[in-house]
């Protein structure tokens, strides 16, 4: 199983979305939520279908989805816990949405950046996508940890 980031700048770039289409908690399946502030209550009416993952356990619960067989596991936006993971050799890839919107500024995606001759870690493109009806693209890597021991 991977952990595929879908990192999203907008919500102009969620083209793929079916807004006629509204799925319920049971047919969006087990989801697994990371705060350390999050509660089962506050859940609703996710609470059936949801696992609240926290504190020190996170990086070890993560890595135990991972070993499980089945789908990949797919994280939209939160840039502090991907970042995190990504930094704990914990995802496979990563998947920016690009949108048709030039600003001067803003929050940068990567927390520490990626150079092309990173010692730590590797972006190896391998995939880039135009939706049609939008200029919006999604471009594709994988992360390559060779250089970190065994990830």
């Known amino acids: 199983m991977?952990?595929?980031?879908?990192?999203?700048?907008s919500q102009s770039s969620r083209c793929f979305a079916n807004e006629s289409r509204v799925l319920t908690p049971?047919?969006?399946?087990?989801k697994e939520a990371v705060s350390n502030d999050l509660?089962?209550?506050?859940?609703?009416?996710?609470?059936?279908?949801?696992?609240?993952?926290g504190g020190?356990?996170?990086?070890?619960?993560?890595?135990?989805?991972?070993r499980k067989p089945g789908k990949d596991i797919v994280m939209f936006g939160?840039?502090?816990?991907?970042?995190?993971?990504?930094?704990?050799?914990?995802?496979?890839?990563l998947h920016l949405m690009i949108v048709n919107v030039v600003i001067g500024g803003g929050t940068p995606i990567f927390i520490?950046?990626?150079?092309?001759?990173?010692p730590k870690l590797t972006l190896r493109h391998f995939d880039t996508r135009k939706?049609?009806?939008?200029?919006?693209v999604l471009v594709q890597y994988k992360v390559d940890y060779t250089n970190q021991g065994d990830h």
Do not use: C, M
Request: no cysteine; hydrophobic share 35%.
């Open 2 to 9: 991977q952990i595929k980031t879908e990192i999203q700048r």
């Open 26 to 30: 049971k047919q969006l399946g087990r």
């Open 39 to 53: 509660t089962l209550e506050d859940s609703a009416p996710w609470r059936d279908t949801t696992t609240i993952i």
């Open 56 to 66: 020190n356990r996170v990086y070890d619960e993560i890595a135990a989805l991972k």
């Open 78 to 93: 939160s840039r502090i816990l991907w970042n995190d993971l990504l930094a704990h050799g914990l995802i496979d890839e």
């Open 112 to 118: 520490e950046p990626i150079a092309y001759n990173d």
């Open 131 to 136: 939706f049609e009806g939008s200029e919006n």
